[in-house]
T-cell receptor
């Protein structure tokens, strides 16, 4: 089974509107971390936001927020007030186990976002 | 903060030659770095985990004799693709682990390797 699933291969969003990128995960480990990265066409991977499995509140970083629903095993990324520069590939990733356990990340297949002016 | 550089950004080489890619954490020390490979329109695939002062840990299916990893200092890891062949052409991207807090991996800008 896929450990990280991003069901939306691509989506359009109107500039200034919000967009939600879906991510579901599969793990039996009670300790894990969830990350979102942005990959523009240049190729670099830009860290956006992190949610720990024991965090009580949803993470927020500027225009990015993470809708963490632990029981449903979902960690959707919400981008508010979309900008043209948000056009990129977005990857959800998971680290299973506590931080000392190796810190390897498993990535989802990604969602391509295109912001329309 | 948390800047990772990678050099070169692109390289073209002839089949049979070796290519070295450097990954540096510029403003933090990283005992652990990671090397990934990404094919066009696909996700990242972890190749190996590089630990400073010890041997790298390779993922299943990755040839350790072909992809040599050296993590000689707390800010530098190198990946050498030995006897490169056209099928090794890909986008190679490294990350450095910023320990503490969320233990986030910060990525370099990647290296595009083309083997002729």
């Amino acid at each position: 089974a896929q450990k990280i699933t991003q069901t939306q291969p691509g989506m359009f969003v109107q500039e200034k509107e919000a967009v939600t990128l879906d991510c579901t995960y599969d793990t039996s480990d009670p300790s894990y971390g969830l990350f979102w990265y942005k990959q523009p066409s240049s190729g670099e991977m830009i860290f956006l936001i992190y949610q720990g499995s024991y965090d009580q509140q949803n993470a927020t970083e500027g225009r990015y927020s993470l809708n963490f629903q632990k029981a449903r095993k979902s960690a959707n990324l919400v981008i508010s007030a979309s900008q043209l520069g948000d056009s990129a590939m977005y990857f959800c990733a998971m680290r299973e186990g506590p931080r000392a356990a190796g810190n390897k990340l498993t990535f989802g297949g990604g969602t391509r976002v295109l912001v329309k002016p | 903060g948390a800047v990772v550089s990678q050099h070169p950004s692109w390289v073209i080489c002839k089949s049979g030659t070796s290519v070295k890619i450097e990954c540096r954490s510029l403003d933090f020390q990283a005992t652990t770095m990671f090397w990934y490979r990404q094919f066009p329109k696909q996700s990242l695939m972890l190749m190996a985990t590089s630990n400073e002062g010890s041997k790298a840990t390779y993922e299943q299916g990755v040839e350790k004799d072909k992809f040599l990893i050296n993590h000689a200092s707390l800010t530098l890891s190198t990946l050498t693709v030995t006897s490169a062949h056209p099928e090794d052409s890909s986008f190679y991207i490294c990350s450095a682990l910023l320990a503490g807090g969320s233990d986030t991996q910060y990525f370099g800008p990647g290296t595009r390797l083309t083997v002729l």
